[in-house]
């Protein structure tokens, strides 16, 4: 049976997690924000890809709306399950219902489109968005230098996109010598060849000989990659999604059900 006092530590418990998950969030978003440039250089250190002002300032903005709104909510259920009031617990009851509902809708389009999206782009036809001018920012640019980074991957295809695709990485070729075939975050990284400056020149070398069999870049193209590791990865993908699911469920059920329990004991 759940009691007055049952609820509430489960609300105040549940909620106090969030308040500094919150809280945390929004202050790693405002540190990105003040400070960005050591942000730039612990990533570089890291992934070994340097990433733009622009992209840590998306980040961070993003870091800080998710913060305020999770500290919001949680401070909602915070304060009306300690003090409590049933208008805040109603209204923090509802808020996650309405998280739920976002979450289900865009699961729903995610699986009905995705595939369709995914289905109806022709290689030719992403070969074309990777060579368009218009796509080209020093943001994405560093976004795509942690895909290749990340998936180990090089291009859309593989490595030959860059042959006539050049647009979005322009700039690192114009700093550098004619022998720069690829984007260094096509290229493996290991320690003691970057240390001698060796590795770019192999990565650089085997690209342009075709040196498919190389271990000195990446040969698959991130269309590849990226699809085998959401295959990899679905089923703790689905953990997670059902894991936040049933905290929200469990949080607006308590909520709702410490609501009744004040309703009944003020009357």
Sequence with gaps: MCTKTKAKVILVSFNFFFYIAGSVMLGFGIWMKVDPESIIDSTHRISHVRSSSALVSYVAVLFIVIGVLTFLVAFLGLCGAYNDKAPVLMAYSCLLVVFMVAEIAAIVILLVYLRRVDDSLQDDQLKKAFADERLFNEATASIWNHIQTAFKCCGILGHTDYFNSTTWWSPVKSNASDEV????????????????????????????????????????????????????????????????????????????????LIRRSDT
């Design 181 to 260: 075939s690829v984007p260094t975050s096509c290229c493996t990284w290991n320690r003691d060849e970057e240390s001698s400056g060796d590795n770019r020149t192999l990565c650089q070398a085997d690209v342009k000989s075709g040196n498919l069999k190389s271990k000195h870049f990446h040969t698959k193209g991130c269309k590849y990659s990226i699809h085998d590791w959401i295959y990899r990865h679905t089923i703790a993908m689905i953990a997670l999604a059902a894991g936040i699911f049933a905290c929200e469920l469990l949080g607006s059920i308590t909520a709702s059900s410490l609501f009744l």
